[in-house]
């Protein structure tokens, strides 16, 4: 079962442009919500992160919006570069649920994002 | 300095083979993980421990079997490989469980790639 969906799978866009990626989950006892940056050869590297009880957060180009009662959330790249090439997911987990779900984060599929000079 | 190294960094092996993979953290934190990539670049969380107790065990076949000596270090032994073991083993770690929580970003190694044939 694929609690969290992602999408597009791939997203090109242009340099300046602005990148959009969507994430639904299912499981209304996640709380914590972060995206993950990957480039090729490396690790996801945690890129900006959001809790529930707002609807949105920024951090220099990067922005989530976070809507609950639709179980949605994106990541909003404004001014995306060359450099912001790189897998994106989107995950979550419950914060501090206790149990065998402590800690876990679902990710969703990835979307890879090129962007063209 | 690398926070979360893991070794080898490639591994081709012989399906039936027995392998294991090395992970070290250097960032103090008191939780460590596994994940697993497939080809499609889904991640999927394999195991966590906390202070080397096991704390997270998906659905994993037993061939595969974490190890902690002490909370710096978390290792995977992968017994009889088969084809569809060959992916991207990451190592991770956070200060605590709690995803979500304050300094509780997971911190991702660079991977080992795994690949039986």
């Known amino acids: 079962q694929q609690q969290v969906k992602q999408s597009p799978q791939s997203l090109i866009v242009q340099k300046g442009g602005i990148s959009i990626i969507n994430c639904a989950y299912e499981n209304t006892a996640f709380d914590y919500f972060p995206w993950y940056q990957q480039f090729p050869g490396k690790g996801p590297a945690l890129l900006i992160a959001i809790r529930p009880d707002v609807s949105e957060k920024k951090e220099g180009r990067f922005t989530i919006s976070f809507n609950k009662s639709a179980k949605q959330f994106s990541l909003h790249i404004m001014d995306s570069q060359p450099g912001d090439s790189a897998t994106y997911f989107c995950?979550?987990?419950?914060?501090?649920?206790?149990?065998?779900?402590?800690?876990?984060?679902?990710f969703g599929q990835g979307t890879i994002l090129t962007v063209h000079p | 300095d690398t926070a979360v190294s893991q070794t080898p960094k490639y591994l081709v092996t012989q399906m039936g083979n027995d392998k294991s993979i090395k992970c070290e953290q250097n960032?103090?934190?008191?939780?460590m993980y596994w994940y697993k990539q497939d080809s499609k670049k889904f991640l999927k969380i394999m195991f966590s421990y906390n202070n080397k107790e096991l704390i997270i065990n998906e659905t994993v076949p037993n061939r595969f079997s974490p190890k902690s000596p002490d909370k710096a270090h978390l290792n995977l032994h992968i017994n009889s490989l088969e084809l569809g073991d060959s992916a991207v083993y990451f190592c991770?770690?956070?200060?605590?469980?709690?995803?979500?929580?304050?300094?509780?970003?997971?911190?991702f190694g660079e991977g080992s790639w795994l690949t039986v044939v």
């Open positions: 995950a979550a987990s419950p914060a501090n649920a206790g149990g065998t779900s402590y800690g876990k984060l679902t």
């Open positions: 991770a770690s956070s200060q605590g469980p709690g995803q979500g929580a304050q300094g509780n970003t997971i911190y």
């Open positions: 960032l103090g934190h008191d939780t």
